[in-house]
């Protein structure tokens, strides 16, 4: 079993930048594919970005590409979303994912990851 903790999540203005970390329990933590996703106030949960146990792949949504990057330290058990360039349409709960890693491309649909975080706010200001 994985525990996920987010933090780094907070008040930024428009065109600035957060850096997100999610800090997984347990020793397997290199084993599991990770990811994070957004949810704004009535809309559906979004996938943001992914990496797999290695580190050596990674996938992004389109509303993100180009402006944030997903990385880990499995030595250390946590996964990392730096959001440079942030836009206001941003704004949302930042959520991160866990599943184990079968050798099958990072998903991107929130059903096939297995352990959640509690969220952290991501709050942009124009």
């Known amino acids: 079993q994985v525990q996920l903790v987010e933090s780094g999540g907070g008040l930024a203005q428009a065109g600035g930048s957060l850096r997100l970390s999610c800090a997984a329990s347990g020793r397997t933590f290199s084993l599991y594919n990770m990811g994070w996703f957004r949810q704004a106030p009535g809309k559906e949960r979004e996938f943001v970005a992914g990496i797999r146990s290695s580190g050596g792949s990674t996938l992004y949504g389109d509303s993100v590409k180009g402006r944030f990057t997903i990385s880990r330290d499995n030595a250390k058990n946590l996964v990392f979303l730096q959001m440079d360039s942030l836009k206001t349409e941003d704004t949302a709960g930042y959520y991160c994912?866990?599943?184990?890693?079968?050798?099958?491309?990072?998903?991107?649909?929130?059903?096939?990851?297995?352990?959640w975080g509690q969220g952290t706010q991501v709050t942009v200001s124009s």
């Open positions: 994912g866990a599943v184990w890693d079968v050798g099958t491309v990072v998903a991107v649909s929130q059903s096939t990851y297995r352990y």
